[in-house]
């Protein structure tokens, strides 16, 4: 009762910051849209988790950041209201703690959804919370997983074009992980695409040979590479 108060609270304070960054009529946009899908995916995801509670271990700890729960505004304008069709693509989820934005994906057309999670608890929340939607839908498309693995080190699909990261590393996994993508894509020549929330490495992207194609708020930006 008192971790999920504390949890609560730190949710509280980046409630309060977010006015402060985005003003009012976002912030109060952004909070219905969680309660309104948390409602929907019958999940309860929005938790702050610190470094220190995830379990996995400490090298992977100092390269990790807190566990915050994507927000389903941003995941509703990049995914659903944006530019990017999901029509048949292959969608990556990189630190997809509990299955939120693969709850949102799943709502969607994509051919099939991958999470990538290095926390074994997370993981057994995201696969949870992914198998109660699908049965009380009836659901059996797209396809999904999730894959308990480091984030530099997950062995990338040669179907998949659509990749998503909310900030849960440091610029050396980010770096990894993008050298794994166009390494992906030169073996398996497609067009793939990177939205990035909170994009605080975007210099790491643009190095990478990345081109920015949207970026409506300074939450997200959606990339292609081809």
């Not at 108060?5 to 849209?33: A, E, N, P």
């Not at 049965?135 to 998503?164: H, S």
Request: positive net charge.
């Amino acid at each position: 009762m008192l971790k999920q108060l504390t949890d609560k609270m730190q949710l509280m304070r980046h409630f309060l910051g977010s006015v402060r960054r985005r003003g009012m009529m976002r912030t109060v946009r952004i909070s219905f849209y969680e309660v309104w899908f948390e409602r929907k995916f019958r999940a309860a995801t929005g938790f702050v988790i610190p470094v220190d509670r995830l379990d996995f271990n400490e090298e992977a700890k100092s390269h990790a950041s807190p566990y915050f729960p994507s927000s389903y505004l941003f995941l509703h304008e990049a995914f659903a209201a944006g530019a990017l069709d999901c029509r048949n693509h292959v969608f990556v989820d990189y630190g997809c703690g509990m299955g939120r934005a693969l709850l949102f994906a799943s709502t969607l057309p994509f051919k099939r959804i991958v999470g990538v999670e290095l926390s074994p608890s997370l993981c057994e929340t995201a696969v949870q919370n992914l198998e109660r939607y699908y049965r009380l839908r009836g659901k059996t498309m797209p396809e999904w997983q999730v894959v308990n693995a480091d984030a530099r080190r997950f062995l990338i699909p040669d179907d998949a074009t659509v990749f998503y990261m909310f900030n849960a590393f440091d610029a050396l996994v980010v770096g990894k992980v993008l050298d794994n993508i166009v390494t992906s894509v030169l073996a398996h020549p497609r067009k793939c695409y990177l939205i990035y929330a909170n994009p605080i490495h975007e210099r790491l992207i643009t190095e990478q040979g990345f081109e920015k194609i949207a970026n409506p708020t300074t939450d997200y930006v959606i990339y292609t590479h081809q």
